[in-house]
């Protein structure tokens, strides 16, 4: 919706994951419903691992198969990949980009001027929410509150946007990034 009420031509490359998956599919099916008849036209999607290897491949196909693109739409990883590709063909200027999900990288991205847009759904809460609905059914509680809770997704865009657009300010970072200094910690245990 953002890319369609900003009034601008926009011509698409999707980098949406692997294919197949079913929030993926979704996130295309309203994309296509949100952007019809307006502005906006996909020139290609381009499948495939959310690696950042593998998303770099693919933006760097992308950028020589069309190169009447204007925007980048991806994963965080794709905007991250997309970086360096952009940077080295002297692009960021001409090419914008924008991730479906918000990350630290995202954040640092969109401070630096680097990648241009987001969406900011308010994660951590909604983890928060997912951990205790889990935790209500492994303990026999009731779910308060009903069946369905959400929380809109706000688009956040840095000085890439243009001043117009710029909201990175607006941000709640306590509702979308990790504490100052968190580092996550993985262990498998037998």
């Not at 991205?109 to 994660?123: I, M």
Request: aromatic content about 6%; hydrophobic content about 40%; some cysteine.
């Amino acid at each position: 919706r953002h890319l369609a009420e900003s009034g601008e031509v926009v011509k698409a490359v999707w980098f949406p994951g692997p294919a197949g998956v079913g929030s993926l599919e979704q996130l295309m099916s309203c994309f296509e419903a949100q952007t019809e008849g307006s502005n906006v036209e996909v020139l290609g999607v381009s499948y495939g691992d959310t690696g950042k290897d593998a998303q770099l491949d693919l933006v760097e196909n992308a950028l020589s198969a069309y190169p009447e693109m204007n925007y980048i739409i991806g994963s965080a990883t794709t905007v991250d990949a997309a970086v360096g590709p952009l940077t080295e063909r002297g692009l960021l200027d001409q090419i914008q980009t924008a991730s479906y999900y918000f990350t630290p990288e995202v954040y640092a991205l969109l401070e630096s001027g680097t990648a241009t847009c987001a969406s900011a759904g308010n994660d951590l809460i909604l983890g928060r929410i997912a951990v205790d609905m889990a935790l209500r059914v492994l303990e026999g509680q009731p779910f308060n509150g009903g069946n369905h809770i959400g929380m809109a997704a706000n688009v956040v865009c840095g000085p890439a946007a243009g001043p117009e657009l710029n909201n990175l300010d607006t941000l709640v970072k306590e509702l979308n990034l990790p504490p100052e200094g968190f580092t996550p910690t993985f262990s498998v245990k037998n």
